[in-house]
């Protein structure tokens, strides 16, 4: 499909993946008391909340972020206009439960993740930077689990890395990097891992691979990742085909390494990502999203069992 799609804001998806606006999902909303040095003329303030399934440990509390939200242009203004569903149950997966919290843990410091520009968590998509953090604060979690609690508490544990990318749009940006900077505290200054937020324009990325140049775009993230997660980011035919070479492009070719995606299996264009992860040797397996996941986030997600997890490897046989 050629040309760019415009968005009907009367699609059932809109009303599902950004529904911010609906009154049944009001949530409290905070005045920015300290907006001097952030660069949006309007901001909102939220606090979203993840619980966690290991209620029997002080190491495993729920998860409370504070995210500014852009609603300078109204939620359908730009990807950081809005938290969508996909990125709560997604945040929901990896922080509030075992599975997850120990799929964050192992990419960061089980799977040769203390290589110089290797390993680590990679978000796509990161929008306010839900998912990412989450992804983050359960990495570090269970690293200090680990630390209080096991034979290993005094081996020396190596710095890892979470980065959380989108476009290279200065608000997009911007905005993504606050998030990051106020909530470093629920991942812990002594977590051995640097966070931070790079741009990442898949079709970029797409022609680097392409073109057999990994280093003709300096800004974009370096090295390959562990895991790689992403909530919904097919939602237009077009960017189908670049999504999945990014996933290919990044994605560490380790036995144990994988891409975690939450995505309605219905949107235009997804079906044309999976066949092109199929081309690019990559296996793809899905399942429904578990009760836990759904229950672990602080609000009811009405159309939440619409969503699919969908974990994406590479091929034993293409090492």
Known sequence: MSGTQKIDVNDEFW??????????????????????????TSCDIFERTITTLATDTSDFRPLVLRLRQNNRDGCLSDVSGDIWDASLLLASFLYGTNEGQQLCYDACFRMQSTQVDGGGILELGSGLGLSGIAAAAAAAAVATFHKRHTKDADKEQ???????????????????????????????????????????????????????????????PTGTFNLIIGSALIYIPDH??????????????????????????????????????????????????????????????????DYRIYFIKPRSDCH
């Not at 009303?15 to 409290?28: C, E, I, K, T």
């Not at 290279?168 to 629920?186: G, H, P």
């Open 158 to 220: 190596l710095t890892s890395r979470v980065v959380l990318t989108d476009l290279n749009d200065k608000n997009i940006m911007s905005l993504l990097r606050k998030n990051v900077e106020c909530n470093l505290s629920k991942i812990g200054e002594d977590s051995d891992l640097s966070v931070t937020v790079q741009s990442c324009d898949w079709f970029n990325v797409a022609s680097s691979r392409a073109n057999a140049d990994n280093n003709s775009q300096p800004c974009v």
């Open 15 to 40: 009303s599902v993946a950004m529904n911010g606006r609906d009154d049944y999902f009001l949530l409290q909303q905070e005045e920015e008391e300290d907006a001097d040095d952030f660069d949006l």
């Open 240 to 305: 189908a085909v670049a999504c999945a070479e990014t996933v290919s492009r990044y994605l560490s070719k380790s036995n144990s390494s994988q891409a975690i995606i939450i995505q309605l299996p219905d949107r235009a264009g997804f079906d044309i990502f999976l066949r092109r992860c199929h081309e690019l040797e990559l296996l793809v397996s899905s399942r429904a999203i578990s009760e836990d996941v759904i229950m672990n986030v602080e609000r009811r997600i009405v159309s939440a069992t």
